[in-house]
Each structure stands twice: as structure tokens, then as C-alpha cells.
């Protein structure tokens, strides 16, 4: 599975913006991105996920650089309950035994402030 | 919808005890997933069911760790006998079969605790 690249940490004031980068540069053509966070003391939770198209949804936006080696999820409005760790996984479709699993790393630690 | 249902939600065992976690995963999902995750670290994901077959199992620790799905629904995991490095939360996920190409959401259930001591 491609490996993705996420900052440890992030700030974020409250109700600005937030835009959390990730690299992927290894991925395929049959693996898609996906988004998960986690708040404390949760199960992961789904936000978005894509191939190669920008996509959005009523939580975020997700945009894909051309070549696919990069992405970043926006959350338009950040209140104080998205502080969470941020996962981005690259997510094999298609077939094969490794088809369908996440693959989690680190992720990244988004702290919204006041 | 009902979401993916874990029990129970916190265990505290002593070491060499035995542990079972149940999953019941959300209706007419195909795929169960049982994921450990250990403090500071991200979910990593121990077997995956699709009805009541295993795809993957290369990371179940299979000389203490034991998972079934009888029936194709719902899902057990054991840990016989614990050890202190198994402390961990024990996710259960589902989803539809996963070979949609259109890309199937995984849903995770809220986890199981478990404190080995």
C-alpha cells in the first residue's frame, strides 16, 4: 500500500480555515485517498474520500494535485470540536488481498483554539 | 442506521486471563474488520472478514489472538491468555463488499477498551 505523509501537528483559530496537507507520492491507480479523524476517546470517522477529482461534502473539501502525489483537506469553518487526529489513508480498490483495508499512520494532530 | 455495536466498552483483566470482545456490524455489510489500536498510535488492522471467510489475518497474533464470524453477522475476538502489551482500544469496522470500485465507506464502532494489569 502507498504510504502517506502527514505534519505531526497543526493549529487552527477558530473559525478560520483549516488545511491539512498530506504526500502520498507512491500511490497507484486503483488507490484512493481517504480522510479520517479521530476525536478522543471515538472510533475513526469518516470525512471524505477521492480519486482524482476535487471533492466536497457537508464536512469538507478535499483537493488532489493533478499528479495525485499530494492532497489537502480543507474544513471551511473550524469549530472547537474538530480538534481530532487526522488521518489520511490511501485505500486499495479493485481486488487483491489487500483490497478494501485502511492502512493507518500517524496522522496529524489539529488543535482549534479560541 | 444503527452504527457498528461493540461490548463491552471498558475491560480490565489481570495478565495470562482470557478476553473476549463482541461486534455486530451494521446491516447487510459484508466486510467486519477488527482493528488495535494502542495509545498514541494509529489503528492497526488485525484481521478482515468478508461474510464468514478470512481475507486477512496477517496480523493477528494467532498463538493468543482468535476471531470468528459464524454466521457471516456478527463477530467475536479473543485474546487467550493476555498479555500486558495487548492493552489497547479493539475497533470494529464494517462495510459493503470491498471490492465496490466506487470506494465503500469503512464505519467504525466506538471500541473496546481493554487494560491488561
Known amino acids: 500500500d502507498a504510504k502517506t505523509t502527514q505534519p505531526t501537528s497543526m493549529d487552527c483559530a477558530e473559525g478560520r480555515a483549516a488545511n491539512l496537507p498530506c504526500n502520498h507520492s507512491t500511490i497507484s491507480g486503483n488507490e484512493y485517498v481517504y480522510w479520517y479523524r479521530q476525536i478522543h476517546s471515538q472510533g475513526p470517522q469518516y470525512i471524505i474520500h477521492g480519486l482524482k477529482n476535487n471533492e466536497t461534502n457537508e464536512m469538507a473539501s478535499l483537493i488532489i494535485t493533478e499528479d495525485r502525489k499530494s492532497s489537502t483537506l480543507i474544513l471551511p469553518h473550524a469549530t472547537l470540536r474538530d480538534t481530532a487526529v487526522y488521518y489520511c489513508?490511501?485505500?486499495?480498490?479493485?481486488?487483491?488481498?489487500?483490497?478494501?483495508?485502511?492502512?493507518f499512520g500517524q496522522g496529524t494532530i489539529l488543535t482549534v483554539h479560541p | 442506521e444503527a452504527g457498528v455495536a461493540q461490548s463491552p466498552r471498558y475491560k480490565i483483566i489481570e495478565k495470562r486471563q482470557s478476553v473476549a470482545f463482541w461486534c455486530n456490524p451494521i446491516?447487510?455489510?459484508?466486510?467486519l474488520y477488527w482493528y488495535q489500536q494502542i495509545l498514541g498510535q494509529g489503528p492497526k488492522l488485525l484481521i478482515q472478514f468478508q461474510n464468514n471467510g478470512v481475507v486477512d489475518d496477517s496480523q493477528l497474533p494467532k498463538d493468543r489472538f482468535s476471531a470468528e464470524r459464524l454466521k457471516g453477522v456478527d463477530s467475536t475476538l479473543k485474546i487467550q491468555p493476555a498479555k500486558l502489551e495487548d492493552s489497547a482500544v479493539y475497533l470494529c469496522?464494517?462495510?459493503?463488499?470491498?471490492?465496490?470500485?466506487?470506494?465503500?465507506?469503512?464505519?467504525f464502532g466506538e471500541g473496546s477498551w481493554l487494560t491488561v494489569v
Open positions: 489513508i490511501v485505500r486499495v480498490m479493485g481486488g487483491g488481498t489487500s483490497y478494501g483495508k485502511l492502512t
Open positions: 469496522a464494517s462495510s459493503l463488499w470491498a471490492t465496490d470500485v466506487s470506494g465503500n465507506t469503512i464505519y
Open positions: 446491516s447487510g455489510h459484508a466486510t
